[in-house]
């Protein structure tokens, strides 16, 4: 006779031989949180003024994520999915899905207010892509709960700006086949929309700086610097701390970039300061040296003199 979903998830959880990313996720859902892999309850639910308090304590990353959401639901709304944006906890905060198909969705809870995390349902897309902080897919099977198997789901995480985990971003779909091919191209395209959301809310996040690509190299997002005007680095993203060796969590010490990207400029101290400084003026003067010497308050000889030892070359 064969087991069912809830049996063999049950034994593979209790198992000291069965070891993989997958049974770790529902052996933490089944001994840690105490879950069982047959319950039928729905994720609990917040509406009203709870639901709009907690989109309001996200109102820079709703407000960024918003165009995302709407290109990401172009792409794979016509094939019946479904597009969630939820906050650290799982909770649903933002969703996209075709009229026809909210209902649908709204009975499998997959809607605005429902907690996914992984402690409330055990192995599933949000959840454990929370829970592990990586890019995943959940398909049908795979979902602890036996009512979750009719799922497939593909989620990645968003970093905020100071390196915590905020957010995961969703696409789910409740159709009965789905090819294992497709669901690649949704993750795919999931882990882009996360990666932009994640660099627009570094962006917003950081107004009066310059944003600086640390490498092309992107590690699964987007490897940004927020540099002052002193070019001192106050910021950086998730990848660019990984990449850049700073600390994973928290507040940047400010550092001259230079030395954050590990770049030798030849110079130190007053030179290097100066050197930007005269650069900066010939920029913004295109090249005429006497406008430049009037912005810096000096002398066009003085300018000059400076120039030649600061290395410029001389046209």
Request: hydrophobic share 45%.
């Amino acid at each position: 006779m064969r087991k069912s979903h809830a049996d063999f998830v049950a034994e593979q959880s209790q198992s000291a031989s069965a070891a993989s990313a997958l049974v770790s996720s529902w052996r933490r859902s089944l001994v840690k949180y105490g879950l069982d892999p047959a319950a039928t309850r729905l994720p609990a639910r917040v509406l009203g003024s709870e639901l709009a308090g907690r989109r309001e304590a996200m109102d820079l990353l709703m407000h960024v994520a918003h165009p995302q959401l709407d290109q990401l639901f172009d792409l794979v709304g016509l094939s019946g999915c479904n597009v969630l944006l939820t906050d650290a906890e799982g909770l649903v905060l933002a969703q996209r899905v075709r009229d026809g198909d909210a209902a649908q969705f709204a009975d499998w809870g997959l809607s605005e207010g429902f907690d996914w995390s992984e402690a409330a349902q055990g192995t599933n897309g949000i959840g454990t892509c929370l829970a592990e902080g990586r890019a995943l897919t959940i398909t049908r099977d795979e979902h602890f709960h036996t009512r979750n198997t009719a799922m497939s789901c593909m989620d990645a995480p968003i970093w905020g700006p100071d390196g915590r985990l905020i957010a995961a971003l969703d696409v789910s779909s409740v159709r009965p086949v789905q090819a294992d091919d497709y669901n690649r191209l949704i993750a795919a395209q999931v882990g882009q929309a996360a990666a932009s959301i994640e660099a627009l809310l570094f962006r917003a996040s950081f107004p009066s700086a310059r944003i600086v690509l640390a490498s092309e190299d992107r590690l699964g997002g987007a490897a940004l610097i927020a540099v002052d005007e002193d070019d001192l680095t106050i910021g950086a993203t998730r990848a660019a701390r990984k990449l850049l060796g700073l600390p994973r969590e928290g507040e940047i010490r400010p550092r001259p970039a230079s030395d954050v990207l590990q770049r030798d400029e030849g110079m130190r101290g007053f030179d290097k300061g100066e050197r930007a400084a005269i650069a900066r003026a010939l920029a913004r003067a295109d090249g005429n040296a006497s406008a430049a010497a009037r912005a810096l308050g000096i002398g066009r000889a003085t300018l000059y003199r400076r120039m030649a030892k600061l290395g410029f070359e001389q046209k």
